[in-house]
């Protein structure tokens, strides 16, 4: 709440304290609203509080496991839970659809007890049975148990915040992603990235710094399919995310690439050179990594 308050209000505030008086929005009250006496519209008042809605409402995602379907090789034989991943509160077209099996969900299990021992204890893990896995009512079962265990585990603060809660949901897609980039297939990485990075910028709301080499990996695919416009959009996004991070190793090869994406599509490239000579300023980097250099040593284990 303390926090709440003070994003609140860093927002209507001036620098010295005082009221932003620069908002054209029309008066407002002391609560940092618009004043009964201000000129807006009923729409324009209505689109005002929907916007305040979505900048304080926390992301909070819903979690079902819609499917099941056995995976038979040659040596081995298991079953596939489909896990469908929806933001609540508002229409999402960016639903999340990944594939784990019984051991994904023991690993991450075994790595959140190893931190969060206390803060999970009474979340109950399903048991693994000799017998019957294959089975169409244990299959239900474990559909609907794994459901409730994904939701308990999101409702933990510090374990939906943890690495280990993220890199289950998001690091295999990630991976293989990147492996795709490494190997040149920017198609097929692109393809994976525009579904894994919406739903990894959602689990690392609070640190979004975290989505930085996903959306790099973006511009560089991009960039090399020879499609600028979408490797700037992607680029813009990335140094969003790196707002105040002047110092992160991934800002001074991005805002390279973004320079020269600017410079080849004849927006403005003046800002982001003055960007990137204070930084190397500030900072000289010793080893002097391009923006694909770093992407493509990411995932690798």
């Known amino acids: 709440m303390r926090s709440f308050v003070r994003a609140y209000a860093c927002s209507v505030l001036g620098p010295r304290g005082n009221r932003n008086q620069s908002n054209t929005a029309g008066p407002q009250d ?4 618009p004043s009964p006496n201000s000129s807006m519209t009923t729409g324009e008042l209505q689109e005002y509080w929907r916007k305040e809605k979505r900048c304080w409402r926390r992301v909070k995602l819903l979690f079902e496991v819609a499917s099941a379907r056995i995976e038979e090789r040659k040596v081995s034989k298991f ?3 489909q896990i469908v991943i929806i933001q609540t509160g508002s229409f999402d077209s960016n639903k999340a659809v990944l594939e784990r099996r019984y051991s994904d969900f023991e690993m991450l299990q075994k790595s959140l007890l190893k931190t969060f021992r206390e803060e999970i204890e009474d ?19 474990r559909k609907l148990a794994f459901q409730e265990y994904l939701s308990l585990l999101y409702a933990i603060r510090c374990v939906r915040r943890s690495r280990e809660f993220i890199d289950f949901l998001t690091r295999p897609e990630l991976r293989e992603a990147f492996g795709c980039l490494r190997g040149g297939q920017y198609s097929r990485a692109l393809d994976i990235l ?12 609070h640190c979004p710094v975290m989505v930085v080499p996903a959306l790099c990996a973006m511009l560089v695919c991009h960039r090399d399919l020879e499609r600028p416009a979408e490797a700037f ?3 813009e996004r990335a140094l969003q995310c790196l707002q105040a991070r002047e110092g992160h190793r991934y800002y001074a090869p991005l805002l390279d690439a973004m320079l020269r994406l600017a410079y080849a599509l004849g927006k403005d490239f003046v800002s982001l050179q003055e960007k990137l000579q204070e930084s190397q300023l500030r900072k000289p980097s010793p080893w002097g990594f391009t923006l694909k250099e770093l992407t493509v040593r990411e995932y690798l284990y």
């Open 79 to 81: 079953v596939m839970y």
């Open 194 to 205: 525009v579904r894994v990075v919406p739903l990894q910028e959602k689990l690392t709301a």
């Open 123 to 141: 979340i109950v893990f399903p048991k693994k049975h000799l017998m019957g896995n294959f089975s169409e009512e244990m299959i239900s079962e």
């Open 233 to 235: 959009a992607a680029g």
């Open 30 to 33: 002391a609560h940092g609203g």
